[in-house]
């Protein structure tokens, strides 16, 4: 894999075909690089052997689950800085098939060309997200909960570790999200745990990952702080 520092943080998760799955980001806020393995999602056998690219035209993702009914791979994306405080939106996607292309550089969340990278491209030509979040949210860790601990609603529904902006003019970010979801689509997002980003807008604590216990609670890491927590269910 490339040295490059920028968006250089490799996410590891072993698949439901027992393979090995990781990301290679973007080396730059915004680029189309040459070497072909950037901005991709990739797979390989654990020991190494038979690296696939399996899709392209991701900026950065760092946090991915397989959905525990249909297997699909969801994967969260950090969307590009220096275009506004509301713009580009960062996502939730989608992968269902080798040779996939999510956007990056030339179209952001379905919905925008990049004013740099689009010219005379068009956002249809790329698979679109399957939920944008506001932008600079920076989404990392995501697991879809599959325990019984916690009430039914929110059984095989999305938590999603929201890291937090960094160069937004008022920050945001800094909780963790619940996706739900209604016949395959997400339908909603909603607050399900907050409080590490102070009203003065200074940050206690960044979540990165989410890994849920086998007695159904949760583990979430923070790289801020340096500590884990553990969120529990005793309500009836």
């Not at 020991?47 to 690219?53: A, M, R, W």
């Not at 509301?86 to 939730?92: G, R, V, Y």
């Not at 604590?205 to 801020?224: C, F, K, N, Q, T």
Request: charged share 20%.
């Amino acid at each position: 894999f490339p040295a490059k520092k920028m968006h250089g943080w490799k996410y590891l998760r072993f698949g439901p075909d027992n393979k090995l799955y990781t990301a290679v980001g973007a080396p730059c806020n915004i680029c189309l690089p040459k070497e072909e393995v950037f901005t991709s999602l990739v797979r390989l056998n654990p020991d190494g052997s038979d690296l696939e690219i399996l899709a392209r035209g991701i900026r950065n993702t760092v946090g991915f689950d397989w959905h525990p009914m249909t297997k699909s791979l969801y994967f969260t994306e950090n969307g590009r800085d220096w275009l506004g405080n509301d713009i580009p939106p960062d996502e939730l996607n989608k992968w269902t098939t080798k040779g996939q292309h999510f956007g990056y550089p030339f179209c952001h969340g379905g919905e925008l060309l990049d004013p740099e990278y689009g010219i005379d491209k068009q956002c249809k030509s790329y698979t679109s997200p399957q939920w944008n979040f506001k932008a600079h949210m920076a989404p990392l860790g995501i697991r879809f909960y599959r325990g019984q601990q916690f009430p039914k609603s929110y059984h095989h529904q999305l938590f999603v570790a929201q890291h937090g902006s960094w160069n937004r003019t008022i920050p945001h970010g800094y909780r963790i999200a619940l996706l739900t979801f209604k016949a395959g689509e997400v339908v909603s997002e909603k607050v399900f745990a907050e409080g590490w980003l102070g009203k003065n807008g200074k940050a206690m604590g960044r979540p990165v990952d989410i890994i849920e216990l086998a007695d159904g609670s949760l583990l979430v890491s923070d790289d801020l702080a340096g500590v884990i927590y553990k969120i529990t269910y005793t309500g009836n």
